[in-house]
């Protein structure tokens, strides 16, 4: 395929050729849609991580790790509804 370059784009993911160039993806619809749903996910990810210093969990075990997050969520959800 031709992007709009000029330049033939061949790219491929565990040999398979993709049909579209990145730079044509990102033009879409289909992608603009997918990048809000994504923004809307990964920001309190993000909030978590880096305000909350929750890059790296203190309990250990799946439990521990479990209790840590639930409390890091109840904590951004009732700084939510102070706002």
């Known amino acids: 395929m031709i992007a709009a370059t000029g330049v033939a784009c061949e790219r491929s993911f565990m040999g398979q050729k993709s049909g579209k160039c990145p730079k044509e993806i990102a033009t879409t619809p289909e992608y603009q849609r997918s990048r809000c749903e994504r923004k809307k996910v990964e920001m309190p990810f993000a909030h978590l991580k ?4 929750l890059g790296r969990l ?3 075990g799946l439990t521990g790790a479990t209790d ?3 409390l890091a969520g109840i904590t951004q959800n009732l700084r939510r509804m102070e706002n």
């Open 50 to 53: 880096s305000i909350l210093k």
């Open 58 to 60: 203190r309990l250990r």
């Open 68 to 70: 840590e997050f639930t």
